[in-house]
């Protein structure tokens, strides 16, 4: 049996596994060629290694270099589209096109490049120069990251090619991927072409590391090892807190994306004047890459009254009428049945699917459940169990002021909708609900679908704990998701000629942002 | 017996107190007037939820109005100059003159002045505007702040005028001020000015509250509670790290300020050319308030040679003759001896000092102990063991290569400062050193002790774990101290009306920083 190799200090090594993986396609429920290893410590006590060695060549690296390499590795995706697309679609039965070859490739090399703008830039440092004080302070690199991608976007959070990583390795620090299990073959092309254009880009060894699987208790240990900089990890709840403890515990930052049931409200006005666009839009929100998103609206809040029975039977009727897609894995089918099961024992409501089944492979049918307002006030945290997968609960409020003690009930979301009418009607409910809302989401929307992550500098995909490990940080959006993964640097009375390139007193690129005295500006300091 | 009051929701009421405490003056040993008490849980919960109310009306205040109340609380302050610095010296033994009246409690009310002129710009928030896609984002409050002030800065850094202080309240949030146990009358008068100035300038009740003392469990459970928004701790590491595994669980931000050494490297063409200068100088930074400062300079790392004995021998003279500082307490000089026989039973030598007394109160003579490269690296943990007040630690390296090891050995630490001569002997050594000591240390000096920390855009008053909880945040440093109390706050397609002040085109303060499609400016988005 041939298993595959790990990239580990410049090279596709063996590994020292403990045991062996392969993948399956959930589609046809057949294990998918070849076989992956299963890293013991060793793999990852090499890769910390090589990683805390490139971590001090990267700071000598300059942005411009960091952005050839984002620049090359984008292209060599782009170059790659078919074996990409093929793989990823084998392995997550996700549709190949438009999914996969001309949503998510694109948005994953559009980021490397913008993160690649950003590297030969440097505006995410935040310079800050005092020059009355003689000091002058930016962000700068923390050390190895170990990046644990999710399931659910094999290309875009892709833990060798997706955010995070872009995140980290422009800001100049080394990578040490940690596949998803579910996507190994997909993760193990990506890191080929990254590996090639860290060569080409003269990046030092080190730099971009792969392993597949480990244990959970070898993953503990990387997260806190001292040659550890930080960890970014996008995955289940439980796995996630779990990591979160032992890197806590060793003052380690850690960036999690957790669960978010992502609560859309539709007010009165919105549902009488636009009930069946809103159903329509709805759906397909709901059901967009079988619910597999983690800003999918798993919670919709609405008013008791005629036309909401109408909207959540006409929403009802699209969730049976709609095509059951497959799940990305048999885990993930697995938690969702399970997530149903504590829903409907809990009391909520069937009113579409809810059974096994319905489509290729592993899956579930379009589910909608729905309870009374009084009921989940009476315990609110079971159900916001977050069903992941093409599921979603309606929570009819008897009154504004039960819907406003529902959200105030709310744990921390990535997103929140308030859907309003256009003529003033729902606005006095608007205020309320919205102001209660805002506080527990990290992005706030208006008369739109949370599914959809723009990659905008304004962007937040984050929110308060538990959605993340903390309200302040974003996973998307240059420059803020960058600045992650940094230290705050200050130089007190430094010496001019020590400074890094980014406080001394000519621009070092020219366009770079620095906060000089108290204002903006890509100029030099004036001398 | 009268108790003192504590300050909750708007009013001085009686504690519901457990117990009661008194101050102590550490030149006497002589209890204080008055009694004191203990809050139990019910004094907690009444200020916690008191908070939660105010949060939401602070969410509506406007930046000129919370400006208005740190001008106002300034203006108090300056006006009772006379009484604080009497309180303050009673209950710390610091100097009235210079370092109360004229050092630090200018510092603290220019402070609150710049915290105001924080507010009404707005600039904090990091406005980001992304015009084309309509998705805008903001920095905005996080909810009730705990601030647990540290003993040994009385005014910069109390609970309730401080620092933290001042940053908490400037973004928006209420503060609950639980005050340092050893200067509980200090607190009180800042408490009764800040009171009047938020009466004054209209704050909502709850917005400023005080608690003297509590018992570690309540302290545990208040910063784990869900309306808790998060907490600023100076003061010891095991207290921090307690209060920090709590908060952690429970998912809620801390910033803690610890412990730190604070090394000095002399490189051997400083030591040769200015010895003596530089003997002068380090002595006077580490014995400056007794050397009760975060930034005190622990540990001296010197390379072996006549020079340096010489320099050795110097500041083990210096440290002699100088006078014996009061320590602020009890505790402080319980916790110094015991640190000083932790090192000194682990083989450090002593050069000066080492015994109790020789001053005022509670006292130890000022301490110089020393210990070869090699032995250091023997157990570097142990070594390192902060010894808080007057006594510092000189590692003397047997060569560069042994005193790069010594600084890679290094926890984080808030400072680090490398000494070199002005005619390059120094340059090679100087950059291997420094490169090295500059990811162990949240701000770099050159040619400077690191007792300073002046109150700039571009300080970094933190560093690498564990002399901080995260090496991206700064306790001191406007705007980025601020920040640490934020959450950041997206809005996706929301209505233009609905948009925050700080969101909508128009510059709401004319003064505020903006991220507009890339560009820094104080513009409106142009239409």
């Known amino acids: ?69 984002l620049d ?51 505006s995410w440092r935040l310079p800050t120069i005092d020059t009355k004080l003689t000091i002058r302070s930016c962000h700068a690199p923390l050390g190895p990251i170990w990046v644990f991608g999710p399931n659910n976007f094999p290309f ?23 596949a998803n299990t579910s996507h190994p073959g997909t993760t193990r092309l990506f890191a ?11 990046l030092s060894v080190g730099s971009i590391q792969l ?46 994306e957790l669960s978010s049931v992502n609560p859309v409200v539709f007010l009165p006005g919105a549902v009488k004047s636009r009930g069946e666009q809103l159903a329509g839009e709805f759906t397909a929100s709901c059901l967009m890459g079988t619910g597999q998103f983690c800003t999918n609206p798993g919670l919709v809040i609405l008013l ?19 095509p059951v897609g497959t799940l990305l894995s048999k885990g993930v089918a697995q938690s969702l049945e399970a997530s149903l099961n504590t829903l409907i024992s809990a009391g909520a409501k069937l009113l579409a699917g809810g059974t096994p089944g319905g489509g290729n492979g592993y899956c579930v049918a379009n589910t909608l459940l729905k309870i009374g307002g009084s009921q989940f006030l009476a315990n609110p945290g079971l159900y916001q169990t977050e069903a992941f997968g093409n599921a979603t609960l309606a929570v009819i409020s008897e009154n504004a002021a039960q819907a406003a003690r529902i959200i105030d009930s709310l744990e ?3 997103t929140g909708c308030v859907y309003s009418d256009t003529h003033g009607s729902d606005d006095a409910l608007y205020d309320d609900l919205a102001g209660r809302l805002r506080h527990k989401v990290g992005r706030l929307l208006n008369d739109k679908m949370p599914t959809g992550v723009a990659v905008s500098p304004a962007m937040n995909h984050g929110g308060p704990y538990p959605a993340t490990g903390h309200p302040g940080f974003t996973a998307v959006g240059i420059p803020a998701a960058l ?14 000629h020590r400074l890094p390139a980014a406080l001394q007193n000519k621009n070092p690129t020219g366009t770079m942002w620095r906060l000089i005295d108290g204002n903006w500006t890509q100029g030099d300091v004036p001398s």
């Open 72 to 122: 090359l590795y984008a292209g060599k995706i782009e170059s790659q589209t078919e074996p990409l697309v093929a793989m990823a679609h084998a392995e997550t039965a996700l549709p190949a096109k438009p999914r996969l070859a001309e949503v998510e490739l694109p948005r994953t090399t559009g980021q490397l490049r913008e993160a690649a703008r950003a590297a030969r830039s440097g």
């Open 1 to 69: 049996m041939t298993v595959e190799p790990v990239l580990i200090a410049n090279e596709w090594r063996p590994s020292q596994s403990s045991s062996t993986f392969q993948a399956e396609n959930p589609a046809t429920k057949q294990p998918l060629e070849p076989v992956y290893p299963v890293s013991s410590w060793a793999d990852l006590d090499a890769a910390l290694a090589a990683a805390d060695a490139a971590a001090t060549a990267l700071r000598q690296t300059s942005g411009e270099q960091i952005a050839r390499f």
């Open 483 to 496: 600045r992650r993964f940094t230290a705050l640097e200050c130089y007190d009375n430094v010496r001019p």
């Open 156 to 178: 875009a959070f892709n833990s060798i090619a997706g955010g995070d990583f872009a995140a980290a390795i422009a800001t100049g620090n080394p990578v040490i991927a940690k």
């Open 192 to 202: 080929i072409a990254a590996h090639e254009a860290a060569i080409a880009a003269g």
């Open 412 to 414: 921390g979301n990535l």
């Open 304 to 322: 008791a009254g005629p036309e909401t029975d109408s909207f959540v039977a006409a929403v009802a009727d699209r969730f049976r009428a709609a």
């Open 211 to 256: 392993i597949y699987r480990t244990s959970h208790a070898d993953g503990a240990r990387a997260v806190a090892d001292p040659r550890t900089g930080a960890t970014a990890y996008t995955g289940s709840r439980a796995a996630g807190l779990e990591l979160k403890a032992v890197a806590d515990r060793a003052g380690k930052p850690i960036y999690l």
